[in-house]
């Protein structure tokens, strides 16, 4: 049985979508099989085939005090938080630091790109746009002060987030996770959708007529709590949170794989760390999206597994009433699981006309569909699926019961045995550690280019890299040379225990800045089939996937520039939980026309080079691509690969402040380092150096420069400060994981001489890395979230 | 530009393909040199209508095998 310390629960619950602007009210339109699914008139259908969706059309809900200026999704998202806080009986979190905010979504700030690029090009708009905005608005709306991110995994996102959710609390580093997903219907993803000929002419119809989908849109959020924390509040316990299984497909970028391998892997995944069988499960809230590709993979998925194990499995798609609500599906469905486990009701999958029930028997076997209507059943175990663009796969098990859930405590730290990185001076370690060597200033270069040399190199065709834009391409560069580096090949056996998390602040905002563009002038009816996958922020990690043939884990994680080190301390959670051998931990940001315009439009972006600490309002914009490979120390041992430095200890905080700002927020970087510092087993004086994140922009310069005098007092006027921003610039999360690949560099002694600063840039030397032995990396997000980590010579344990 | 020409055109500058692996009778949907998809037949779609007022949707897969063979339906049907 799960132990109490390893517990989590869910204590609260929001939703809105167009069945409701609330739980009870989405759940009395379940129980009388109401479908939100109607005609738009919100966006341009002229010559679309398909003008149906299912939009939240109440008046009113959006009048929360605190979210005026935001994007549409961030007020759903908050909207659904509020909710769930309420519900659980929980208050503002006044900055409480075991409180995280983890949201999924898809497409993010759409309609604030829509008006952006149709209506008027104000500056308000812009930090509305990223995903990144959601999880920081929303955590600096509810004062939570824990670590707070975004995952960006499309449809998958909102599982994932609940999964990652009771993840953290199981780590040890959240008592309280507010955790779900949101996402707003917007033209993007209309004609994105519209242009695949994905949506359904008619109103969709999953494990049916399978001949599209319907958009949707709205938000979920679950309070994911430990149970110690929860009984100790007197909280009202809904259920438990159990296992969860995410895995990546390595097949394609908007199609699964039809043999169902890796969504099996997940649902099988998430029922072994259950303690479960296949018998224990009651109910599954399906993906079903109503595309034939989706459902007969699913169809395949749930018969292998369930058939002849399980003769009392019921299974519904609640999309026929939501709509496909993308990154808010999961969130949205996960609230129905629980309610339906709660209430002993199955929610019905709606559409069957007499015709369509006969074939649905040849097609369900012995599973129940559960068509057109609920139906009330004793339920002990569900579980909810979701499937993603990118090939992701989620599933995660809510239950009455306690189960099994194993423990996973491990203060042990990873082995980094990778490096690939991608600078706008040039592709691949060794090309960086001649940069290090050079009298380089921010601004001499800042864009990264990959080319046909790295491609053949690396073994990629043209037949892969074709699709790939240009966020992807210096991804699955940089991702791949460290795979090389590392010496690691991805084998039958070893796919399924490699994993991935992608870290970027601004992910695929270009390509759905670009795509925005295009519809904004030809119209919804003519975008391109070519582009849109590409819009989705988790395209990079999918790519990934498929050129290496990574199956297990894969999430794409964003809240600006610390996204790039966050990604490293989510994989160290991973690999210390024991769901994974290896990680590849990556940071990805680019550079170009829209990234410039938009920075520059924040008047962020300098058009001369600007050094850290130079005291400007403004900073050096840049980009690339840093990936490490992370690994499971015996692993690592075991195959006797060359360890640079161990990943010991990481941290992140969150003190919100207005997005797209940061001044006010430096205790939350203390707190952070605190956390890391404490995780990697350590005290304060033990930190040799520290890798900074000063980019010459004052504020961002000051937090730094503050929070390092209080966490180290005197010694901060000599204590080593490094900049990789100096020659570099600006690549926000790629600087960010930049970083933590310089320390390793820095312990291997592949760089051993490194000039510094110390705290301010007051003055500068040069140390002799011989010395060191572990290493602080630092990082900050836009919103005041931020990371830290340490690098050290070696593990602790 | 000949029908040929304008489809090769467009299948490097849209769909990323390079100009040296593409002949007009390079077959487009196999899996090496250039493995177009189901995505990319949707762009090939649009451009065709787009371009010459020819659908192809829901048109058999012989169509599609390589640029000689959708130049030829075009000439067929426009």
Known sequence: MTKNSERCVITGLGMISAVGDNVKECWESVLASRSGIEHTTTVDTENCYSDYAAEVRSKGWDNIPGTEGMDRVSKLCIKAVDEAMKDSGLDDFRGDSRVSVIMGSCVGGVVSAEEYYTKEKRKELIPQMPISAIASQAAAWCHAGGAVTNVANACAAGTISIAYAADLIRAGKADIVVAGGADAFASVPYAGFTSLHALDANPCSPFNHLSGITLGEGAGALIVESYEHAVERGARIYCEVLGSGVTSDAHHITAPRPDGECQMNAIRTAIESSGLTEADIGYVNAHGTGTAKNDEAEFLSLHTIFDGKNGDLSVSSTKAMTGHCLGAAGAVEAVFAVKALTGNTVPPTLGFSKEDLVKLKERAGDIDFCPNFPKEKELKTVMSNSFAFGGNNASIVFSKEQGGVKPVKNSRGAAITGLGIVTPAGCGKESYLELCGKDMKAGDAVCSEVSKEQYDELGLKMSFYRKLDRFSQLQCVSGMYALKDGGYEITGENAPQTGIIVGTSEGALSPVCDFEMLIAEKGNANGSAFKFPNTVYNAAGGYLSICSGIKGYNVTATNGAQSGLFSAAYALDVIRAGKQKAMLATGTDENNEIMRELFGGLGLASEEPVMPYSGKDKFTLSDGSTALLLEDIDSASERGAKVYAYLTGSGSACCGVPFGTLSGSEKALETAVMEAIDDALLARDDIGAVIGFANGHKAVDAIEEEALKNLFGERANTLPVISVKDKLGEGRAASAALGAAHAALMISGDIKEQEYYTAGGKQTGKLETSGLDNILVISYGSGGSYCAAVISREDKQ | ?78
């Not at chain 2, 949907?29 to 451009?47: G, H, Q, T, Y």
């Open chain 2, 1 to 78: 530009m000949e029908i040929k020409a304008k489809l090769k055109d467009f299948i490097c500058s849209t769909l990323g393909v390079e100009p040296d692996v593409l002949e007009y009778d390079t077959e487009l949907f196999s899996e090496d040199p250039i493995n177009l998809d189901s995505v990319d037949s949707l762009e090939i779609i649009s451009f065709v209508d787009g371009e010459y007022g020819v659908d192809m949707t829901g048109v058999g897969k012989e169509h599609f095998v390589s640029i000689d063979t959708i130049a030829a339906y075009i000439e067929e049907n426009k």
